[in-house]
């Protein structure tokens, strides 16, 4: 694993979006694995910002979210469907027929997880996943005990992962408790993972990152398995390291 520091949020936002730009430049047809969340929202700003002023174009470029809650229709404001749409896919030239995440809505959530992984092996598989990481070690939404040989599948949102997403709520009531996720080992598949890790709520996370041994117990440990990891963490959050 790599690790670049960088001093705030916002550069973090900016080294990451050259690292994005860059792999769309290069070639005609990247595949790219997206996340949600507070972390990446500065990211899908400044490829935006790009986009306006240079022209960098997404017409070929395919994505794959991470995950969905179950329950929440692509309509519903706090979908991760709405979240894309309003946070990047809205602003550039992605072809939406070229976004996918997958339904919490499916009648039978077994089929639409094993649909959605064939979906991205079809597709040649994720040139690059961009990463966040919750307070528990959480990567997508593959809390700690996940299995590391796990595939799309639905699981039970922990509490602390259901708080730390109420803000996007008018309550925690609201919060769903399921959500589908591609699996670890979904993630490990993608040739080149960039994971981004801002703010104090993230320095314990970043320590035990750096710090332990790998563990189911801390799923984003498995990353330092992979062959192509870049960290871009700002100075609060690698603070205790
Ligand atoms: C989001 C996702 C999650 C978040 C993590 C951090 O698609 O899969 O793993 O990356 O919960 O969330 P933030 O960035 O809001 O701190």
């Known amino acids: 694993m790599r690790i670049i520091k960088v001093s705030d949020y916002k550069q973090m936002s900016q080294r990451a979006a050259e690292h994005v730009i860059g792999k769309v430049r290069s070639s005609d047809c990247v595949t790219i694995g997206l996340a949600t969340g507070g972390t990446p ?6 490829l935006i910002e790009d986009h306006q002023m240079n022209g960098t174009s997404y017409r070929c470029v395919k994505s794959f979210n991470l995950d969905e809650y179950i329950g929440l229709s692509k309509e519903d404001t706090n979908s991760y469907f709405q979240y894309m749409c309003s946070n990047l896919f809205s602003h550039i ?17 077994q089929k639409e997880c094993d649909r959605y992984e064939n979906l991205i092996e079809e597709a040649g598989g ?18 700690p005990g996940t299995s590391f040989h ?3 599948h639905t699981v039970e949102l922990t509490a602390s992962t259901r708080e730390a997403n109420a803000r996007y709520f008018s ?13 670890i080992s979904t993630i490990m598949k993608s040739r080149e993972i960039l994971l981004l890790v801002s703010g ?28 192509n990891v870049t960290i871009i963490a700002d100075s609060e959050a690698l603070e205790l390291i």
């Open 41 to 46: 929202e500065g990211l899908y700003k400044e």
């Open 93 to 109: 030239d992605i072809s939406l027929d070229h976004t996918y995440i997958p339904s919490g809505m499916a009648d039978d959530i």
């Open 126 to 143: 994720i040139d690059l996943q961009i990463l966040g990481i919750g307070a528990n070690g959480h990567i997508g939404f593959n809390e």
């Open 150 to 152: 796990s595939g799309t």
């Open 171 to 183: 309550s925690l009531d609201e919060v769903p408790r399921q959500a589908v996720t591609m699996g």
């Open 200 to 227: 104090k709520s993230k320095q314990e996370a970043m320590k035990k990152l750096v710090e332990n041994e790998v563990s189911e117990q801390f799923p984003a440990s498995i990353l330092k398995n992979h062959p």
